[in-house]
């Protein structure tokens, strides 16, 4: 397992942008699969983009295509989101999975390891 430690969080304005980091120990990331999730109050766990450890290719859900990317840095066990555009239902907890494994993973049952989750407040 890997221990992964998210930051960045904040309180922001809408329209502004955002950039959250999550470090992982223990463990090469290069071998991981990556991911961010949020949660919302009252709401599930939902993806909102994820890396391939195999080739770093990337994924996002239709629903925040065009104003998020994700990033990582294997050689410094980091894995980025950026957040653009920002409107008040972006308000939630963001969390970072990672899970040994060359193939890209998209749902939360496929995770072991997560980060303790980063608060971000959207204002209007």
């Known amino acids: 397992q890997v221990q992964l430690v998210e930051s960045g969080g904040g309180l922001v304005q809408a329209g502004d942008s955002l950039n959250l980091s999550c470090v992982g120990t223990?463990?090469?990331?290069?071998?991981?699969?990556v991911a961010w999730f949020r949660q919302a109050p009252g709401q599930d766990r939902k993806l909102v983009a994820a890396?391939?450890?195999?080739?770093?290719?990337?994924y996002y859900p239709d629903s925040m295509k065009g104003r998020i990317t994700v990033s990582r840095d294997n050689a410094k066990n980091t894995v980025y989101l950026q957040i653009h555009s920002l409107k008040p239902e972006d308000t939630a907890i963001y969390y970072c999975a990672a899970e040994p494994s060359w193939e890209p993973y998209y749902t939360r049952s496929d995770f072991g390891s997560w980060g303790q989750g980063t608060q971000v407040t959207v204002s209007s």
């Open positions: 223990g463990r090469a990331f290069s071998s991981y699969a």
């Open positions: 890396s391939t450890g195999a080739d770093g290719s990337t």
